[in-house]
């Protein structure tokens, strides 16, 4: 049984392009969380998926980033316009119902 | 919201010595109380988690407790190994586990040889 997937594990942008960061949850898991990292810092909350639905995107910020989690295929984060502030490690986890998070490996995101 | 807090932001033991590290919470609804282990490029690892109806969990050389009148838990590896060596997270939730964890600031454990 696979664990979460993600791709790609590093990405490089220049200031202005658009960043698609992907994840594919464990099999059986129908919940998708992202986490944002900094170096040297805990894990920050973004948002919360369940197929087709965004339940809570509290920690998304307001402009430039969304996040989707269609019927069929992976979950997308995406960040348009990135800007040095964007570069961080992205984390996705998934879960079952009310069941423990598991995290992928991470996409390390660095803008130019 | 909640916010996690979390002592000390590094730690150094040597190798068969017991490591501790502290965690305070304080949204008085969070229920779900899991710990992670962050090792260099890798994703967070869950190793071990407790519920607010435990007060404390042991699964081999690691435990946690939790004291919900103080709001804070713990976690302690005995025994400690260089491959324990790594930023230990931990992490609070209002859900019955998982949902949206907030998470301390991460504890850097190097277990000396």
């Known amino acids: 049984n696979a664990g979460v997937m993600q791709n790609p594990r590093h990405l490089v942008r220049r200031r202005g392009q658009e960043a698609r960061l992907r994840c594919s949850p464990m099999?059986?898991?129908?919940?998708v969380y992202w986490y944002r990292q900094l170096p040297e810092e805990g894990l920050k909350f973004m948002v919360y998926l369940q197929k087709e639905n965004i339940i809570d995107e509290s920690g998304m910020p307001k402009e430039r980033f969304s996040a989707e989690f269609p019927k069929e295929g992976p979950s997308i984060l995406r960040i348009q316009q990135v800007v040095r502030g964007d570069s961080a490690a992205y984390f996705c986890a998934s879960s079952q119902v009310n069941e423990k998070l598991f995290f992928g490996s991470g996409t390390q995101l660095s803008v130019l | 919201g909640e916010n996690v807090e979390q002592h000390p932001s590094t730690l150094s033991v040597q190798e068969g010595d017991s490591a501790v590290i502290k965690c305070t919470y304080s949204?008085?609804?969070?229920?779900?109380f899991p710990w992670y282990k962050q090792e260099l490029g890798k994703g967070p690892q869950l190793i071990i988690d407790?519920?607010?109806?435990?007060g404390e969990k042991k699964d081999q050389r690691i435990a946690v407790t939790l004291n919900k009148t103080a709001k804070h838990f713990s976690l302690h590896i005995t025994e400690t190994q260089p491959e324990d060596s790594a930023v230990y997270f931990c992490?609070?939730?209002?859900?019955?586990?998982?949902?949206?964890?907030?998470f301390g600031g991460g504890t850097r454990l190097m277990v000396k040889p």
């Open positions: 099999k059986g898991h129908s919940h």
């Open positions: 407790i519920r607010s109806n435990v």
């Open positions: 949204d008085s609804a969070s229920n779900y």
């Open positions: 992490a609070a939730s209002r859900g019955n586990a998982g949902n949206m964890l907030t």
